[in-house]
């Protein structure tokens, strides 16, 4: 079997592969769901296509009332690696679900429709880095979304001493997880309507964990944790104490985060956030 060398700059960190059997390097699946929303499907596609090295397969998930989705992956010529499910659901984890029983990559990315790679260089990018490092089983990286207004880039490594305070900037739009995790601590619970990447996340605690310094996906802000923050954090403490029991510091952090929420909705606070996003440029 004929072996390669590649070489890839992720950011401002290089990760260099080691040689490397074809045969042992990562497939990677991306699954995309998708609800009554073209536009913001065909955005998703084009920065799939638009990737340097492209996915093993993407498989779009769709659960949408009417047929136009539908239609359009069955008309419009797509690649080879593109595959579709058209089904209703029963809600997100369902539709999460269904992906993860149809996908056959060893590592899988879940990019919801509307949400795009921030460049053109991440799926390779992202390969290099789990193909240098086989032990890690999980890894996440940066997000570029809006807050107050600002667009800004988040992200943080995962530390599991510090799951009480929730996501914690560890965004599930840039998670890698390899396809034999989810055989190991389950897929996404449908019990919880919001927090259900938390609630996986807490599953994920003893995973080996890798954080990856570059941005991975510019994310959009419609979709049901941004407009339903508030009930986002009381599930999230739902999703906490189902694994951990009663905890003080969960309740007490989550309504922190409720404070810093309506802060941020005012005028004032919205100028204090545009200070602050000025001082990290």
């Known amino acids: 079997m004929p072996m390669v060398q590649i070489y890839c700059n992720c950011g401002k960190s290089k990760y260099v592969m080691k040689w490397a059997y074809f045969y042992n390097m990562e497939q ?17 596609c084009s920065s799939v296509d638009a990737q340097s090295t492209k996915p093993y397969e993407h498989y779009i998930i769709d659960g949408s009332s009417n047929k136009e989705i539908a239609e359009w992956l069955q008309n419009t010529p797509q690649p080879h690696y593109r595959k579709w499910f058209c089904e209703r659901d029963k809600g997100i984890s369902d539709a999460f679900n269904k992906g993860l029983a149809l996908c056959s990559g060893s590592l899988i990315h879940i990019l919801n429709s509307a949400d795009i790679y921030y460049s053109n260089a991440v799926i390779e990018n992202v390969l290099a880095f789990f193909n240098n490092n086989k032990a890690i089983q999980w890894a996440s990286g940066n997000i570029f979304l809006k807050r107050a207004g600002i667009w800004v880039q988040i992200g943080v490594p995962f530390d599991a001493q510090q799951l009480y305070k929730g996501m914690r900037a560890v965004s599930h739009p840039t998670w890698f997880v390899k396809k034999e995790v989810y055989d190991r601590v389950g897929q996404f619970s449908e019990v919880f309507k919001i927090a259900m990447d938390y609630d996986l996340m807490c599953r994920l605690k003893k995973e080996a964990y890798g954080y990856m310094n570059e941005t991975i996906v510019k994310f959009d802000d419609g979709g049901v944790s941004t407009k339903q923050y508030l009930k986002s954090l009381q599930e999230n403490v739902k999703v906490y104490e189902s694994h951990f029991g009663f905890s003080i510091a969960a309740r007490a952090w989550q309504f922190r985060l409720s404070i810093l929420f309506y802060l941020l909705q005012s005028k004032f606070g919205k100028f204090l956030y545009a200070i602050k996003a000025a001082n990290f440029k």
């Open 28 to 44: 990677l699946s991306v699954i995309t769901i998708c609800f009554n929303n073209l536009s913001d499907l065909q955005s998703t």
